[in-house]
Each structure stands twice: as C-alpha cells, then as structure tokens.
C-alpha cells in the first residue's frame, strides 16, 4: 500500500457504536448502521506502525482493511457517515487486506491497472 496521500480503514467487526471501548476510541473511528470503523494518514506512518494500527483496529476475525490512495478525508469525533460518501470511499479503494491464518499472515488484494487501449475482454497474448 503506497504512503502518500493514502486514507487507511479498518473494520471493526465485532464492536457496535454502543460498546464503551469505542468511545474512548471515537477520535479515531467513524460508524455506519451498526458497524464501526477506525480510520488514519499512512503518509506519516512506519511500517511498525501501520501494524500495530491494523491489529489494535479490527476486533474479531477476519481483520479487514482498505487502502484509499488520492483521499485526505477525514471524520469528525464518532461521525455517522452517509451511506452516500461510504459508497464514494468503496469505490476509491485501491486495496484490501484480509487477516488469514488465525491472524497470523495477510492477503492483500489490489486491482489490475488496464491500460487505457485494453478492455475488460482484451488479451494481452499474441
């Protein structure tokens, strides 16, 4: 996951906008429905660093994370985004990271980049 410019999300997948950890945890930690996120700026981030964010965020199994390069968006203190800007950020996502084996390792997922003359149905064999 590139560094600069990059919005990096994590699901909470157990915790509920009502569970009093959370509000502790509200700076940092956006909600839709039922379900929480918490939200940081890679740009001044370590590698360590994205780590431990990444392990702290998610409870539950799997921890899921997604990678938006290009947004400097940011959340108010626990703000309730609309379903209409959690549409916006799905569709910039660049990347996603999966927890796999008990949380020990992780799958990353990133789209092809097509070249502008390829299609979806193009080949690039000869």
């Known amino acids: 996951m590139a560094h600069g410019g990059t919005l990096l999300i994590v699901e909470d997948n157990v915790a509920t ?4 950890y959370i509000q502790s945890r509200a700076a940092y930690a ?26 702290r965020g998610g409870t539950g199994y799997p ?21 209409e800007r959690l ?11 999966v927890s796999a084996y008990d949380a020990e390792s992780f799958v990353l997922w990133s789209p092809v980049r097509l070249e502008p003359e390829q299609g979806l149905g193009s080949s690039t064999k000869s």
């Not at 906008?17 to 009093?20: A, N, Q, T, Y």
């Open 63 to 83: 921890t899921n994370a997604f990678s938006i390069q290009g947004r400097s968006d940011s959340f108010t203190r626990f703000e309730r985004v609309t379903e």
């Open 87 to 97: 549409i916006g950020l799905a569709r910039a996502t660049n990347g996603i990271l």
């Open 30 to 55: 956006f909600t839709w429905n039922d379900d929480v996120y918490y939200w940081t700026h890679l740009s001044p981030m370590q590698p360590i660093e994205v780590e431990n964010f990444v392990s």
């Open 17 to 20: 906008p009502s569970f009093p």
